[in-house]
Each structure stands twice: as structure tokens, then as C-alpha cells.
């Protein structure tokens, strides 16, 4: 069914508004510093399935849930002390921590996907915070696109998908990150299961120790269903490490020394390069290029995450 999205600008009177939509059960998109999410009250089982209807997402996969602050978060989760020192290095920020649920959460089954666990995070966006904080609750949110598609870096992203299926969005420009935020699980040892916003580096300086690897095998990794091999992707199909374009392709480059329009950063900068990459996704999405070869990513700090994006653009498709 259509119903008409509200476009609300960052400020006392859209916070409001978009906190009493939540209030009501209502799907309010805002901005973060990684993607935009497609938020809704995470205790409000009619609300996260909302969520899922809206972007036609198999509802098996657990939602991140977003909070104002670790207080908030301990509340929801059993932060142990591997926890609360990430959490007091990198939140607010790009990192989403998978922890043991606290003792009577009130955290919907739809958003942990009934599992023992839940994935939380505190953004650094103000944005996101004015929402968060207005709301006094937690927010679960998957990146604000259709299940499968180019995750969105601004509001007019988020449009292109999902105008018409949800309540309202904040518009709050462009994310600075660009790509999704790091996912540790602390059930057990420390393991990364998805690359982001924050380099497993920097997590590793922090923790003393390496983090394990992803499990293997999608098959092996059911607590982290959304880890489909085809995701990200634009309309085109995808050509990796490719040194230059044929006849047929738009070329994506990084790096110096390229003619190409298109540079997700020509000065060789990953940070740069990844908050690039979904929009220059986007973009060639909306000049109906077919074919898109890209440059070498290096796989050092953020190109891991970049690369990790890139490699499911171009899997094959279900
Ligand atoms: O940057 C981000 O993380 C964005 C913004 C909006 O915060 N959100 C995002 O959400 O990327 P989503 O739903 O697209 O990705 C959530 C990932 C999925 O791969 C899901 O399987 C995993 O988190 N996940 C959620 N809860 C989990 C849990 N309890 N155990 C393991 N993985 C979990
Ligand atoms: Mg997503």
C-alpha cells in the first residue's frame, strides 16, 4: 500500500515528528554516520515487522539495534569488560557489538530473530542522537534500502527505494563513513563477522589479541543470516580488479593518474574511497550504465570493508 513519506528536516520540530511516529510504531528513515537506517521502536514486534515489509527482507535476519549511549545499551545487553572497553574506544561510532541479551530485555523477537543475542550499536551522527535521545528507546535498524540493493548515503537514496513504503525520513545530507559499521561478536572469543566502518586494526590494537576470522561458509554462519553472497548490488553487473575498462564498461577507478569521471578517490585515500563507493553505485545505477569494471582496492584499514562490498556487488545473482 502507498502511503505518503514524510520529508523532515533536522531540527526541534523534525526530531519531534519523527519521534512520535516511532512513539506510534511508525518507520522513520535518518541518517547515520555509516548508512541510513530504517529505524523503528525495537521493542514493538508490529513495528520491526514493518521494517521488514517495507524493505521486502526475508525476516529471518536480526536487526542492529541503535541507542543513545552505553548506559542505554546496558540495558538491553549484557556488556561484560571486552565491551565496555571497544565501547569506550569507538562508540559513538562505527562499530556494532553482538552481545548475550540482558535478562528481561524488552528487545522484539523479530529484531534478535529469537536468537540469545543482539547486535547493538551507539552512532555518532547528531543526527542520529537527536532522534535517539528524543525517542528515550531503542531504535532497530537496517540499512534504509530494498533487501539486496546499494545501501543509501543520502536521503535521496533512500527515496529512490523506499518512497511511498515508509512513515517519514530525516534528512540529514550525506554520511560521512559510507559503509556499513563493523560487526564484533563478543559471545564467545572476539570474532568479526563483517567488515566496516572501523578497521579490524584498530579493534585488534584495542583488544590486544586478533579477532577471529568471519565463519567460512555462508552455510556455517546462520546467526548472521544477512551475510547473503549477492548484496550491494547496483542494477549493473561488476567487474573486480580490473586495470582498465572494455569497450562496454564504465570504468571506477582509485588512485592517481586516471582520466575517468569516475574516482572513488584519486588521491589513493580508503577512508575517501569508502565514503564514495555507494554513491558512485548509485549514480551509475541512475545512468543506466550495464557494465562497471573496478580499479584494485587494496585490502589494508577500510579497504577490506570496501572490498568485501565489492566482491558481493559482483557475485552472481540469486
Ligand atoms: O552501519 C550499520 O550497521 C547500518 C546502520 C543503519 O546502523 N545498519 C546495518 O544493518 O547495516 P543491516 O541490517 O543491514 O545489517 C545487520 C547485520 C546483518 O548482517 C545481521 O545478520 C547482523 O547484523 N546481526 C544482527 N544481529 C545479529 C546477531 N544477534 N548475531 C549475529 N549477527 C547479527
Ligand atoms: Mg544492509
Not at 567460512?216 to 548490488?233: F, K, M, V
Request: glycine share 10%.
Amino acid at each position: 500500500m502507498e502511503i505518503s513519506t514524510e520529508r523532515l528536516a533536522p531540527g526541534d520540530a523534525g526530531f519531534d515528528r519523527a519521534a512520535s511516529i516511532l512513539r506510534a510504531g511508525g518507520r522513520v528513515a535518518f541518517p547515520t554516520e555509516t548508512v541510513y537506517g530504517l529505524g523503528a521502536d525495537a521493542r514493538d514486534d508490529r513495528a520491526v515487522a514493518s521494517i521488514f515489509a517495507a524493505k521486502d527482507r526475508p525476516s529471518f535476519n536480526p536487526l542492529i539495534v541503535h541507542v543513545e549511549n552505553v548506559e542505554a545499551a546496558g540495558r538491553f545487553a549484557e556488556l561484560g569488560p571486552l565491551a565496555l572497553r571497544l565501547a569506550e574506544t569507538f562508540w559513538p561510532g562505527s562499530l556494532t557489538l553482538v552481545l548475550p541479551l540482558a535478562p528481561n530485555s524488552s528487545i522484539s523477537q523479530l529484531a534478535t530473530a529469537g536468537l540469545e543475542t543482539v547486535a547493538i550499536r551507539v552512532p555518532a551522527s547528531p543526527v542520529a542522537h537527536a532522534l535517539l535521545a528524543r525517542f528515550g528507546g531503542p531504535v532497530a535498524a537496517p540499512s534504509a534500502n530494498p533487501s539486496g540493493r546499494v545501501s543509501p548515503t543520502t536521503a535521496d537514496h533512500v527515496l529512490a527505494g523506499l518512497d511511498g513504503r515508509i512513515e517519514a525520513i530525516l534528512d540529514g545530507g550525506a554520511c560521512p563513513v559510507g559503509i556499513e559499521s563493523t560487526i564484533v561478536d563478543l559471545t564467545d572469543r572476539a570474532r568479526l563477522l563483517r567488515h566496516g566502518g572501523v578497521a579490524s586494526e584498530a579493534i585488534e590494537s584495542v583488544l590486544g589479541t586478533p579477532l577471529l576470522p568471519p565463519p567460512p561458509s555462508e552455510d556455517a554462519r546462520p546467526s548472521a543470516p544477512g551475510q547473503l553472497s549477492s548484496h550491494y548490488a547496483p542494477r549493473a553487473t561488476v567487474r573486480l580488479n580490473a586495470t582498465e575498462a572494455d569497450a562496454d564498461e564504465v570504468f571506477l577507478g582509485f588512485g592517481p593518474g586516471l582520466d575517468s569521471a569516475q574516482n572513488l578517490s584519486a588521491a589513493g585515500d580508503l577512508t575517501e574511497a569508502a565514503a564514495n563507493l555507494f554513491a558512485a553505485l548509485h549514480r551509475l545505477d541512475q545512468s543506466n550504465v550495464k557494465r562497471i569494471a573496478v580499479a584494485p582496492i587494496p585490502e589494508t584499514g577500510l579497504g577490506a570493508a570496501i572490498n568485501d562490498r565489492l566482491r558481493r556487488a559482483a557475485a552472481p545473482r540469486g
